[in-house]
């Protein structure tokens, strides 16, 4: 009797085993297309799979499918927590006040090891089905990916310089510099040349959606001793606030710099970074400029610290907000706080 009970708890072993749900990734395979196939989201996809960015997928691949949860309320991650550089399990427990283990455990690690970038379930709750159906807080994005790789051409009849160039996507001077070839540059039949292949791919990126709300914040704290003017008698399109001198200057929203330098003397060293919704903000007469153009920032981040204002002897920082390049009040847009006290 012993026997047959043991034969049945291994069948049952066995049987939930192989029931688990593996999908085999076929040419043309996304992870949003295999995800919408099982009724799953391409994040419980990444996470059951522990897959790394750039989540590249290969056709013969297996990819495990996460059960569906039930009807009605189910767990789910209510505060997360994205790596930055240096960090550690050990660090961000004590952030947020929980255990290691506990960590581990949500986030179905299997060591310490974190990487720059991975997103961690700091705690998980109990949500109802309404809610589950909200707007997604990241959506997939693809992106082109160029790789070179050298590769071995023989030679054939008929070939020249140009046309392995025009077949390969590349150029006859990269042809002569990667085979050290000398005047008149003859190849002949038999002949292996190093070709500099390019290849073009496209991965998929899990791209996070704007959770804070758009909004601008000071740049700095300080009073505010010239307002915007824009009529017939004065022009004035920006507020100079008074600080003391190397004050550090924050960007006012998330964006990206678009101009970092002094070839417009009338800001001095002047900032301009472009933000969404056809905004832009403008920071004149900045003492030390700590940012270049091109370079994405955050709302917060240092962007240089404050200098002299119209070469007076008053330190501060001059700002301006546009929409649609068109100059608007920024004390509409910022918060009133302290600064908006001291205005008078």
């Avoid at 049987?15 to 196939?37: E, P, Q, W, Y």
């Avoid at 960590?103 to 379930?121: A, E, F, H, P």
Wanted: proline residues 3%.
């Amino acid at each position: 009797m012993r026997f047959y009970i043991s034969i049945l708890t291994l069948f049952f072993i066995l049987f939930s085993t192989s029931s688990a749900l593996t999908h085999t990734v076929k040419r043309g395979d996304n992870l949003g297309k295999i995800a919408k196939k099982y009724g799953v989201s391409v994040k419980e996809l990444i996470q059951t799979n522990n897959l790394k960015k750039p989540y590249i997928i290969r056709p013969g691949q297996k990819l495990k499918i996460p059960a569906k949860g039930k009807k009605g309320s189910s767990s789910k991650c209510v505060l997360k927590h994205k790596v930055k550089k240096g960090e550690s399990l050990i660090k961000i427990a004590k952030k947020y006040r929980v255990w290691v283990k506990d960590l581990k455990k949500i986030n179905n690690l299997k060591s310490d090891r974190l990487y720059t970038g991975q997103v961690l379930c700091i705690k998980t709750g109990k949500v109802s089905s309404k809610k589950s159906k909200s707007k997604k807080d990241f959506y997939i994005k693809k992106k082109k990916v160029i790789t070179k790789r050298i590769i071995r051409y023989r030679v054939k009849k008929g070939d020249s310089l140009s046309k392995i160039a025009k077949k390969y996507n590349t150029t006859v001077s990269r042809l002569i510099k990667l085979n050290n070839l000398k005047k008149p540059y003859i190849i002949r039949p038999g002949q292996k040349l190093k070709v500099e292949k390019r290849e073009i791919t496209y991965v998929e990126e899990v791209v996070k959606r704007r959770t804070v709300p758009f909004g601008f914040i000071w740049p700095v704290e300080g009073k505010v001793i010239n307002q915007f003017v824009n009529n017939a008698k004065k022009r004035h399109l920006g507020i100079d606030i008074k600080t003391e001198c190397s004050v550090p200057i924050k960007a006012a929203e998330d964006g990206k710099v678009i101009f970092a330098g002094n070839s417009i003397k009338a800001y001095g060293n002047l900032i301009i970074i472009k933000h969404a919704k056809r905004f832009n903000t403008v920071y004149g007469h900045v003492g030390q400029i700590t940012v270049k153009e091109g370079q994405t920032v955050k709302k917060g981040d240092l962007i240089g610290y404050t200098g002299k204002l119209n070469d007076s002897k008053t330190c501060g920082v001059y700002f301006e907000i546009r929409k649609n390049a068109i100059p608007v009040d920024p004390l509409v847009f910022l918060s009133k706080s302290k600064n908006q006290k001291k205005l008078n």
